[in-house]
């Protein structure tokens, strides 16, 4: 294979050589034939999974040849907006065939494909590898590389306007390099961009293996946390599953993509589809290579429709065991259980408020929680119970004697809305969250039904021992009401 060379400009002592990354992969992921290649990316399109989310700023896609895994990538490209003008659209692979420091980023030249030329932001990309020592070009990096290579043909396929490139391979297998790509790509994660991760998962453990392993490595993925995303690939390696390679082959990039999402509390995930190779008319289910499509969307919490939240018999059994081995091991220990969330439910993995409240002999022994959350609920509900358990200010730490005597109880909390009048207000189905410049204060819907309180009582002692207002204090304040749902060891046995 030969690199082609055009000239941009007569003038070659002012102007660089353009050099166009020619295709690899065709003709062996994908089809070379320009008729051939567009009637098998129809049909892929045609079985793929439909839009689920708008304002998606991110996919995770797999690379694999077209006949394995071409449904699910169509699926990951379902999810994007195609008729928008995106600013730029970067491109993430990690390297299969060579390995060095950083990332290359190419900007010489433009992207090859049957379909035609994919425009490459030349002067984008080489702003980065000129401002950035962690950026270089390297053509080898991506001549031989197909999996950034095989996305393209869906973005020309599915894109209705022009869109260009910033094509990134990452050659390194650091954490640390991968968090400082994140830092500086960063600035450009939002809704004029969009940033499109290669990646297959598991490779060639059996089919059971790899949909369990799959599955763990997409769960760490949904909980939006690079430190669990590591852990799951670690646990996966120790357990010694027979011929599993590797649990996802472009962790670098997908990690890279967490660094930039995890602290911004409006980046939803959501995992559209799932297959393997073994999915194939003509698959191994002896050894596989797992696929996931995965999309990386912006929704605000306060626009959420949360009516048709709700938690199975089983999460609420496996919130009220995080809760009791968090209070049981942090009250003797010290120590904060690990927790793996492979197999919970995506309503455990969901960015939700939540309260954990202790009762000793039918009295209260303490309770805190949280609305605000930039975390999954299992998180949240195992930092409620230490705080919960230890630094409740109304109550001395719990002590190991005490373990025996104590009840968990767990609230999970829908989104606070602002009102208008106390009318709207419904006494043991809604919270109450009172707010000033200066004071705040909160009771769960459940104080009401357990003290008898009247709407005004209910209110009143909320403001004045809660927020620290005044009984009245309250009807200069804005009032937020929510909704929980509550659940104790009592009630799940």
């Not at 962690?134 to 306007?161: C, G, N, R, W």
């Not at 999915?279 to 990386?296: E, I, N, Q, W």
């Not at 009295?363 to 999954?376: N, Q, T």
Request: net charge negative; glycine share 6%.
């Amino acid at each position: 294979m030969t690199l082609h060379f055009n000239c941009s400009s007569q003038d070659q002592g002012k102007q660089e050589k353009k050099l166009d990354r020619q295709p690899y992969a065709a003709g062996r992921f994908y089809s070379q034939n320009p008729e051939e290649l567009r009637a098998d990316l129809q049909q892929l399109f045609q079985q793929a999974i439909p839009k689920k989310n708008d304002h998606v700023v991110a996919i995770i896609s797999p690379h694999a040849g077209y006949v394995f895994s071409g449904e699910v990538a169509a699926s990951a490209y379902n999810q994007i907006d195609n008729t928008k003008k995106y600013d730029n659209i970067f491109m993430l692979a990690s390297s299969h065939v060579k390995y060095f420091n950083g990332a290359s980023v190419y900007y010489k030249g433009d992207y090859i494909t049957p379909l035609g030329a994919v425009k490459v932001n030349t002067g984008l990309a080489k702003k980065l590898v000129d401002e950035n020592n962690i950026f270089t070009f390297d053509a080898e990096a991506h001549q031989y590389e197909h999996s950034l290579e095989v996305q393209l043909p869906f973005l020309q396929y599915i894109m209705k306007t022009d869109f260009t490139i910033i094509p990134i391979v990452l050659g390194s297998q650091s954490p640390k390099v991968c968090e400082e790509i994140a830092s500086i790509l960063k600035p450009y994660l939002n809704e004029n961009n969009l940033f499109v991760i290669s990646s297959d998962f598991s490779h060639f453990p059996d089919y059971e293996d790899a949909t369990a392993v799959d599955l763990a490595t997409a769960n760490a993925i949904l909980t939006n946390s690079p430190e669990q995303l590591i852990k799951t690939l670690k646990r996966n390696t120790d357990k010694n599953i027979p011929n599993l390679a590797t649990s996802m082959c472009g962790w670098t990039s997908g990690l890279t993509l967490l660094y930039m999402t995890e602290k911004n509390p409006d980046v939803k995930i959501s995992a559209i589809q799932y297959k393997n190779s073994g999915d194939a008319s003509f698959g191994d289910k002896s050894r596989v290579v797992g696929y996931y499509a995965l999309s990386f969307w912006l929704g605000n919490e306060n626009k959420q429709d949360d009516s048709n939240f709700s938690l199975t018999e089983n999460d609420k059994k496996e919130l009220l065991e995080i809760a009791r081995k968090t209070v049981d091991s942090y009250v003797r220990d010290q120590k904060m259980p690990d927790i793996d969330p492979a197999g919970f439910s995506e309503s455990l993995l969901l960015h939700c408020g939540a309260f954990v409240t202790l009762h000793k002999d039918g009295k209260l022994r303490g309770c805190i929680g949280r609305f605000k959350v930039e975390e999954p609920l299992y998180r949240i509900v195992q930092q409620m119970a230490i705080s919960s358990s230890t630094q409740d200010s109304r109550f001395k730490p719990v002590t190991p004697d005490e373990l025996d005597d104590i009840e968990v109880e767990v609230s999970v909390l829908s989104p606070m809305r602002k009102i208008n009048s106390i009318d709207e207000i419904i006494l043991g189905k809604h919270g109450i969250y009172i707010k000033t410049e200066w004071a705040s204060g909160t009771f769960l819907p459940q104080v009401a039904s357990e003290t008898g309180w009247s709407k005004e009582e209910f209110l009143g002692y909320c403001a004045r021992d809660k927020a620290g207002i005044g009984w009245d204090g309250w009807k200069d304040a804005e009032v937020y009401i929510f909704e929980a749902l509550v659940f104790s060891e009592t009630d799940i046995k």
